[in-house]
């Protein structure tokens, strides 16, 4: 059994109006120092698999078919045993 730590965060060129939104709110509290905000999402999946590459295979398959969006999101994943 693996786990799977996912991040999916939107390309750079791709415009990201929450992360806008975020960041004017934290100007607007005196937080003056944050320069930029991007907002993601992060998924962990238990996968039960032989090997760490077969459970990395699952997840990026999993990334491309459905949990990331080819166009706009770009994506991370990390394998580690699970506890």
């Known amino acids: 059994m693996y786990t799977a730590y996912i991040t999916v ?3 750079p060129a791709i415009l990201d109006p929450q992360g806008k939104a975020t960041h004017h709110a934290l100007q607007n509290l005196g ?5 930029s905000v991007r907002i993601g999402k992060y998924m962990e999946l ?3 698999a032989d090997t760490e590459e077969d459970a990395e295979s699952a997840a990026r398959a999993a990334c491309k078919k459905l949990l990331a969006n080819p166009i706009m999101e770009d994506y ?3 394998i580690e045993p699970a506890r």
């Open 9 to 11: 965060t939107l390309r």
């Open 31 to 35: 937080f003056d120092r944050i320069n």
């Open 46 to 48: 238990q996968i039960s």
């Open 76 to 78: 991370t994943v990390q």
